[in-house]
């Protein structure tokens, strides 16, 4: 006689058994059909599913260490132990999602179901491989990350993102990758388990996919729609396993440009990220002026360069992302990806980051709309340390206090005025005393603007200005340098005043004091033999004017935490020529922000032996002049990077920003063993 046929389970007492039930056998017990008539009410929260004794995830037993070693065969089997746990988090999260969603679309409930089947074999299969290499469940504590990540999911749509979309998706990643690790080591069994359960997880992944395309809103690309329903920790960096495999994805149906932006894609797993942004209208807002179509240019199409300085972990806020094509080839060449938001200011991503935990908000410059926006700022008093008539009466004390003929007196330092006759006075003192130029520079001025140059009295345009320059306050009054030479020491400061020295940096500015690029590799490579022997002190002593910029870093720092300010900062200085030969002028003006040169210090560090680099930062104006059609005509020609064997750049172009056919502003690094043949690569002169 034939044995009964068994009747079909309810999808509620199903659910309520796997998630329920503290006996395994029980969990593991499979029906061969489904009926859904009587759904119940939708359940409330769940703490924790029962589990038998060894598995619970309330353990106290600690973390266990994945095995990176798979040659012995219980290494293999604690390997197995680690996804095995994931199956039945899975078969429980899976269940949690039928109790509590019972008005969910029919069709979406029995996939849900049909995945949980499959899931209860996985597990029945991990627990039949691992005995056999003689390693038991419940032998090592086990995590309940993804349980508290979506234990209170509040939406079918929020449960097919981040269980099949998140969970599901990373697991094609794992089971490629670890169906190869086992082949490695001679375990055919093991690669050949990882075989099959690819293939229901393709199914699983096709699942959320098809329901998160569903719930989906109108005009929405679907990244983003999986983006928006995730809630943190999850995020699709967590879709991604320790390698990346675009074919599975592929036959699973999601789309090219999908893959490719989670390729690409930058998220903090653990760490609560550091946000950074980029700012260009500082001295501007500082000034109490609205930013310009200049600076909003340039926080458009230089959004990406605080990313240079982050980590994978980190959290850039940006007006337009890139292409996940150009992220792609970042990564190539080993920069970071981190998380990249998209938001027309920092201020105005405020909403969306307060409920986020992050470590630390650290924007390129503190301004007052980010004041304005919640952020409580470490940058208090900024606005002073950047007046350049502080750093006038810095200089003073510094100089002062110097005994080195090699650096500037006294006598040379600026003065600080606050009236239109001070400020023409004090110009005429210095072209009476011999001064062949003097230069009148607003307190709070934007690079080469802002700033007035005299060879003789003012006429009448000259004294318009003057008076304009002197309305918004302070303006300092000095003779016009001979430069030759620009540097910037980049420090941070403390919360008690501590000072912490980042790099010496070069860098290049057009006679006007407009700052065109900096310097990538060691700052006195390509320097002419009597410049790099006043560099080097007759080679005696190479890191004197590091000391010396040091020293005026230290007044500055005081300064800076009498003020209350924290943070970055950069001291320019300069060297210049005068009729007794070179000098140093230790302290120039202060930056309390990050800046170019920390950007530069950054890609120094991606430099091969023996390379260097010229770091440009271009107008689509400036290649016109230089004879290029266009920007992009420009970009098309520029060599690609080229490589060292272990990744490092030897040589070529590498953008750190995107060429778009609208982008009004490029930066980019040419890569070379000198200076002629990054500027060849470049294809752009000084």
């Not at 903090?268 to 500082?282: D, E």
């Not at 020609?637 to 272990?646: E, H, I, V």
Request: net charge neutral.
């Amino acid at each position: 006689m034939s044995a009964p046929e068994e009747r079909p389970e309810e999808l509620t007492a199903y659910a309520e058994r796997v998630l329920f039930s503290a006996d395994l056998a029980d969990k593991l017990r499979r029906p061969e059909a489904f009926t859904d008539t009587l759904p119940g009410p939708a359940i409330g929260a769940v703490s924790l599913p029962a589990r038998p004794a060894g598995l619970a995830l309330d353990s106290l037993r600690g973390k266990a260490e994945f095995p990176q070693n798979l040659v012995p065969a219980a290494a293999r089997g604690r390997a197995l132990h680690f996804f095995a746990n994931h199956e039945l988090l899975a078969m429980e999260l899976m269940a949690l999602g039928l109790l509590r969603f019972p008005e969910a679309p029919p069709e979406f409930r029995l996939g849900l179901a049909n995945a949980l089947r499959d899931e209860q074999r996985h597990l029945a299969l991990y627990l039949g491989r691992m005995s056999e290499l003689g390693v038991g469940l419940g032998e090592l504590p086990v995590s309940r990350f993804f349980w508290d990540a979506l234990c209170d999911m509040d939406s079918p749509a929020a449960l097919a993102a981040g269980l099949g979309l998140v969970l599901e998706q990373a697991n094609l990643d794992f089971c490629v990758h670890y169906a190869a690790a086992f082949r490695a080591v001679g375990d055919e069994e093991s690669g050949a388990l990882m075989d099959l359960i690819l293939r229901d997880e393709l199914r699983h992944v096709r699942h959320g996919l098809r329901w998160v395309r569903h719930w989906q809103e109108p005009g929405e690309d679907l990244f983003s729609a999986w983006e928006r329903l995730l809630k943190p920790p999850l995020s699709p960096a967590r879709a991604r396993g320790l390698s990346f495999d675009a074919a599975p994805r592929r036959a699973v149906g999601l789309p090219e440009d999908f893959i490719q932006r989670l390729a690409s894609y930058g998220r903090s797993k653990g760490r609560p990220p550091v946000v950074r942004a980029f700012v260009a209208s500082a001295e501007e807002e500082w000034r109490g002026e609205a930013p310009s179509s200049v600076s909003r240019s340039l926080e458009r199409d230089l959004g990406l360069l605080p990313v240079i300085l982050s980590g994978e972990d980190d959290l850039v806020v940006l007006p337009r992302a890139p292409s996940a094509a150009f992220l792609a080839s970042w990564r190539r060449l080993g920069l970071p990806v981190p998380e990249l938001l998209e938001s027309p200011t920092l201020a105005d991503a405020a909403p969306r980051l307060r409920p986020r935990h992050t470590t630390a908000i650290e924007p390129w410059a503190w301004t007052p709309a980010l004041r304005a926006a919640g952020f409580e700022p470490s940058g208090h008093g900024a606005e002073a340390l950047a007046s350049k008539a502080l750093a006038a009466r810095l200089l003073r004390r510094v100089l002062e206090a110097e005994t080195d003929p090699r650096i500037d007196p006294p006598g040379l330092a600026g003065r600080v005025v606050t009236t239109a006759d001070e400020a023409i006075d004090a110009a005429e003192a210095l072209l009476s005393a011999g001064a062949p130029e003097v230069i009148l520079k607003a307190a709070l001025s934007t690079a080469g603007r802002d700033r007035l140059r005299l060879r003789a009295p003012p006429d009448e345009r000259g004294l318009s200005t003057i008076r304009r320059l002197t309305a918004w306050g302070p303006v300092v009054v000095e003779p016009w340098l001979r430069r030759v030479l620009d540097l910037s020491l980049l420090v941070d400061v403390s919360a008690d005043g501590a000072l912490t020295v980042r790099g010496l940096h070069r860098f290049f500015t057009s006679p006007g004091g407009r700052y065109l690029g900096s310097w990538v590799g060691r700052p006195t490579v390509g320097l002419s033999p009597a410049l790099a022997r006043f560099f080097t002190g007759e080679g005696q002593s190479p890191a004197w004017i590091e000391r010396a910029l040091t020293r005026a870093a230290r007044v500055a720092a005081a300064e800076a935490h009498r003020l209350g300010y924290v943070g970055p900062v950069g001291l320019d200085a300069l060297i210049h020529e005068t009729s007794d030969g070179l000098r140093l002028r230790p302290l120039v003006e202060l930056n309390p922000r990050l800046s170019m040169g920390r950007v530069a210090l950054a890609l120094g560090r991606r430099l091969g032996p023996g390379a260097v680099g010229v770091w440009r930062v271009l107008s689509a104006q400036d290649l016109k002049r230089a004879g290029h059609r266009s920007l992009l005509d420009w970009a098309s020609s520029r060599p690609a990077p080229t490589l060292d064997p272990r990744g490092l750049w030897r040589g070529g172009v590498v953008f750190t920003n995107e060429p778009c056919r609208d982008t009004q502003f490029i930066s980019a690094l040419g890569v070379g063993m000198n200076e002629a043949a990054c500027l060849h690569a470049l294809g752009v002169p000084w």
